[in-house]
């Protein structure tokens, strides 16, 4: 029996022999090269995504909290009592985009006690718990943990609310700098 080639015309000449892996092999590092340039490209397009659905969420949560605490005189002890007020204020209960477990750090209204202890007191806004650098600046800041949505803009110890008399226009003493529970009276010179 004899074996036929099925197309002779295209026998590799001594020269040519090899050239075919090297081209492939050329196409796939530049494959690859392209793929690295790609992934922080996408990852940069994810984050911004991230960020621009972080800062929806958190102003629908904060002016969920306004319009709550115009109902009902009060500012809730839980985001789900958004969703039981008639007719609901929040479509839903939206969850962190910046963290895996979606869970928010509240603020609340007044600071927990020595133990920490934050049951039953009113949530004036939320934060992300993420403490990566953003992509874009929000309210000035540039650390997505930093960027806070508030339905009160007077949080005490919070960036943007009472900083002692800084940004508030008040002339309140930070707490334990003379006038504030806790700290010294300022002297009369007179």
């Known amino acids: ?79 789900n009592d958004l969703m039981k007020a008639k007719p609901h204020i929040l479509r839903r209960v939206y969850k962190d985009p910046m963290t895996r477990e979606g869970d928010w750090d509240y603020l609340y209204q007044v600071q927990p006690g020595a133990a920490g202890d934050t049951t039953g007191l009113p949530i004036v806004g939320v934060r992300s718990k993420s403490m990566k650098d953003s992509i874009r600046v929000y309210q000035n800041k540039t650390l997505i943990h930093d960027w806070i949505f508030s339905a009160d803009a007077n949080i005490l110890g919070m960036p943007g609310g009472d900083t002692g008399g800084k940004g508030s226009g008040g002339d309140t003493p930070a707490p334990g700098k003379g006038g504030a529970p806790g700290g010294d009276a300022p002297k009369d010179k007179n």
């Not at 196409?27 to 659905?53: F, G, S």
């Not at 929806?56 to 909290?65: M, V, Y």
């Open 1 to 79: 029996m004899e074996f036929i080639r099925p197309f002779p015309a295209f026998r590799a000449r001594s020269g040519e022999r090899g050239f075919t892996m090297a081209l492939l092999l050329a196409m796939a590092v530049v494959m690859v090269i392209l793929t690295a340039k790609a992934v922080p490209l996408a990852r940069t397009v994810v984050q911004r995504d991230q960020e621009a659905e972080l800062v929806f969420r958190g102003e629908a949560i904060a002016n969920a909290l306004r319009i709550y605490r115009a109902k009902t005189g009060a500012y809730p002890t839980d985001l």
